[in-house]
């Protein structure tokens, strides 16, 4: 299973962090990933991890502020998040890929966490 934390109430600004734990398999073998969803929204890919190579992937309009991250010996994935705005609002989940290895891929996930809600607000 996916364990996200970290979440919580931070003004325009500032920055939070947060953590996927796994548990039940070894997260170094699957491509990872992080959504969102806000209310009324659909849900959006914030961020990917590759396993192969630990290359990542962001949209456009995220580069720059959030970063992923991985430690394996810690079975943990991480999103940190700076300069972050009212429009970061949402609900934040963690994926695993359907495959393993050079198999995974960004596109088809197939275990999630049951999230974490941030809140930008002054």
């Known amino acids: 299973q996916l364990v996200e934390s970290g979440g919580g109430l931070v003004q325009p600004g500032g920055s939070l962090r947060l953590s996927c734990a796994a548990s039940?398999?070894?997260?170094?073998?699957?491509?990872i990933a992080w959504f969102r969803q806000a209310p009324g929204k659909e849900r959006e890919r914030v961020s990917c991890?590759?396993?192969?190579?630990?290359?990542?992937y962001y949209p456009d309009s995220l580069k720059g502020r959030f970063i992923i991250s991985r430690d394996n010996a810690r079975n943990t994935a991480y999103l940190q998040m700076n300069n972050l705005k009212p429009e970061d609002t949402a609900v934040y989940y963690c994926?695993?890929?359907?495959?393993?290895?050079?198999?995974?891929?960004?596109?088809?996930?197939?275990?999630w966490g049951k999230g974490t809600q941030v809140t930008v607000s002054s």
């Open positions: 994926a695993r890929s359907a495959g393993r290895g050079y198999g995974s891929s960004c596109d088809v996930m197939n275990m």
């Open positions: 039940g398999f070894t997260m170094a073998y699957y491509t």
């Open positions: 991890i590759h396993s192969t190579d630990d290359s990542t």
